[in-house]
């Protein structure tokens, strides 16, 4: 065999290299155009993909467990199994900002673990106003979705405020929602309780929801915290919604106040130890707090809004409890089967 | 001769947060920037003008205030020295309480 000089052998790892550059240049090529915004899309391609439905009502008020065992299912294939899924949304018919925030959360923290965008499917078969409303929300823009639908023209008496994400104390997140729910509503006149009650939920996720050593049943995106608003003109009624993906209240409260302070404080109200009551026990004990401790009143802050308003409501989803409490001095408990995967706050107020 | 420090136009009209690594405008970076100059340079009163916020939260105002105490002052020392001027009773009310209630560390 013909022996080759230095220089040959040089030309031909050249030569090679770029026919082996060709070659993956071509199947990268093939897997662009099939994945192309111009190749419209009519179904799942491979086998191996998990479809997942939405409900038909994705609201925690009229359809908690329905919600929450569609949220359980998609959490274990994404997150545990982390199998190729995709999301259904044809069978969706209602949707209230809760759940919805909830959703763009959940596909949030898929889409940065993942590491890829993701892509809408099927989005002329979506009811017309469930796109409308998603899109309104900023479902799309969160997500950075490639193929959004186009802006469509909204209902007059309802609106919806875009969602937002971070992960600090952001004062300016917080008036910037104040802004866009006065476009609908006008003007706030209890605006620092607004500001007040949401930048201390944002301080409460970024001290207590992600603590290092907690035990989280999924993977979380550590502080981070999202939030949206909407308003009902003809109802004059504005519903502020705060979501984080932490370990729950009733799971912290314990590193700010002692196990035998907070069983003291649930047998002051006669309750028995459940996540329900703890989120009770955790107002209860930010209300007493103010002269022995520096600390805890950040759920006394959140309650104040509504106190402040002519009539409202605050509810607040964490563990497996819901705790609701109006303007009137009321206070409800509810425990869920399905835990919701983190705390949620939510305004209703009528200002 | 006393002097005024008005938050909002000072340091932020969005004050939110206990410690720096919360966010950009919390309680503590308020604390150590602003107020503690201030009130070892003032030779009259401090007034801490709180009027003009989007809002505030109990943990800028604990720890902006409260954290006070646990530094280098006495109850005694910011009631001679300190004036807190806001519309809201109530704000000026709840600064006192983490002023007066606070333990010194």
Redesign the interface.
Known sequence: MKRLSADQKRRQLIHAKKLERRRLGARRGKRRRRFSPRTPYDGPKTRDQIKIDLPAVLSLEDNYDGVMAFFQRFRYAALIDKKKIYVDFRLLRKVHSNAALMLAAELDRWRRFRGIPLRARQLEQWQPEVRRLLNEMGLFELLDVANKPRPAKSQADLNYIKFQTHNLVEGNLATQLRFALEEHAGKITTKQFLFGGLTEAMTNVVHHAYPDDGEFAYPPIRNQWWMAGSVNSSEKRLTVIFFDHGVGIPTTLPATYTLEKIKEVLSTLGLIDTDASRIKAAMELGRTATRQQNRGRGLLNIRRFVDKSRKGQLKIFSGHGEYAYSSDGQEKTTTHKIPIGGTLIQWTIYP | MSRTLKVSREF?A?????FR??????GERFREELLIPALKKVEGKLVVDMND????????L?EAF?GLIRSEFTPKQLHDKLEILAD?PALAQEVW??ID???SR
Request: charged share 25%.
């Open positions: 932020s969005e004050p939110a947060g206990r690594t919360d966010g950009p405008n919390s916020l989007e809002g505030y939260g109990s943990s800028f604990e409260g809201d309480s983490y209630n606070n333990r």
